[in-house]
């Protein structure tokens, strides 16, 4: 049985939307095909009768500074992100978890579109783009809308998007002086898809003390996790082994770790979890100097 009938590669985003509400059937968007082409093939997705391509939209493959914010264009390949020097500059975080992803192959086409809108809780760009507290720019057929990332997940696998939106790309904040980002994880041998456990940290430095700072773990919940009570409780205060240790204490307390069987025990995730923290916050810290 044919897994698609019709494979569309629109020019612009309104000939995606018009491609994806008049397909006369069953449709997906598709970016690098590295989640969905096995979904397909595996039988964990239903054939469908049209697939839209967004690889070939340069609106999605910008990566620019747009009125002083870092726009990131959903068909941008991770492997470009890594190595983009706006991006390193910019959004740090990002660049690492992009780094980490799957192994060269699967980096070269992945793109960053693709990694948010399968909405897994711990999908790697996404917890990063999570602590830089990016906003997704949404195009559909009533128009353009832009909403913060964490408002986009709506359980595992289970994103907001309606039919026929798609993700155009994610705006992140400039950084400024004082600030800074960093993400880490912890993972089986590289090729095995999504960590153990992952975590971005961006915070601002203001001599010894934390003005503000922004904590993603993945996979802490049913949708990607920010620690807002480990980050309500250190914003304000010195970084000490004694904030240290309250804000773990918050987060170990908000956190709601799983076990899966292809990746580790919920204990073996609790027993990580501050060991990674201080890992992060650390980096994050000393870059802020
Ligand atoms: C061997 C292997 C290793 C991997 N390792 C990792 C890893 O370490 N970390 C990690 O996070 N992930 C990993 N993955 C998962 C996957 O590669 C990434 O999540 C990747 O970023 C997905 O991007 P894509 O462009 O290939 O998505 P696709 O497969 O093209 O699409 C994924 C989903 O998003 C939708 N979609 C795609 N683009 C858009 C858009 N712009 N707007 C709306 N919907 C869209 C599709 O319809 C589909 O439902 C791995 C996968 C493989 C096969």
Redesign the pocket.
């Known amino acids: 049985m044919n897994l698609w009938q019709q494979y569309i590669r629109p020019a612009s985003v309104p000939e995606a939307i018009t491609a994806l509400t008049s397909a006369p059937g069953p449709v997906?968007?598709?970016?690098?095909?590295?989640?969905?082409?096995?979904d397909l093939q595996q039988g964990r997705h239903s054939p469908v009768h049209t697939i839209v391509d967004?690889t070939e939209i340069p609106e999605?493959k910008r990566l620019e500074l747009q009125d002083g914010r870092l726009f990131i264009g959903?068909?941008v390949t991770?492997s470009r992100i890594a190595r983009d020097p706006l991006a390193v500059t910019h959004a740090q975080a990002l660049t690492e978890a992009c780094d980490?992803?799957?192994?060269p192959q699967?980096r070269n086409?992945?793109?960053?579109?693709?990694?948010v809108?399968?909405a897994l809780p711990a999908?790697?760009?996404t917890i990063a783009l999570m602590c830089l507290d990016a906003e997704a720019e949404i195009a559909g057929p009533q128009g353009t809308r832009r909403v913060p990332l964490s408002e986009l997940f709506l359980g595992p696998g289970k994103s907001a998007?309606q039919n026929g939106e798609?993700?155009v790309g994610f705006y992140v904040s400039q950084i400024q002086p004082g600030q800074a980002s960093a993400f880490k994880r912890i993972m089986r041998p590289q090729?095995?898809?999504?960590?153990i456990i992952n975590n971005s940290v961006w915070l601002e430095r203001e001599g010894d003390t934390i003005k503000g700072v922004r904590i993603a773990v993945g996979p802490g919940g049913a949708v990607p996790f920010r620690a807002c009570k480990a980050e309500a409780f250190l914003a304000g205060k010195p970084y000490t082994s004694e904030t240290f240790k309250s804000a773990l204490e918050a987060l170990v307390a908000e956190v709601k770790f799983r076990t899966s069987a292809m990746r580790a025990t919920s204990e073996y995730r609790y027993h990580l979890v501050g060991t990674l923290l201080k890992d992060t916050l650390d980096t994050a810290w000393e870059r802020a100097k």
């Open positions: 997906l968007p598709i970016g690098g095909g590295t989640d969905i082409m096995l967004l999605m959903a068909g991770v980490l992803i799957g192994g699967v086409v992945a793109t960053l579109g693709g990694n809108a399968h999908a790697d760009g998007l798609i993700i090729g095995v898809a999504l960590p």
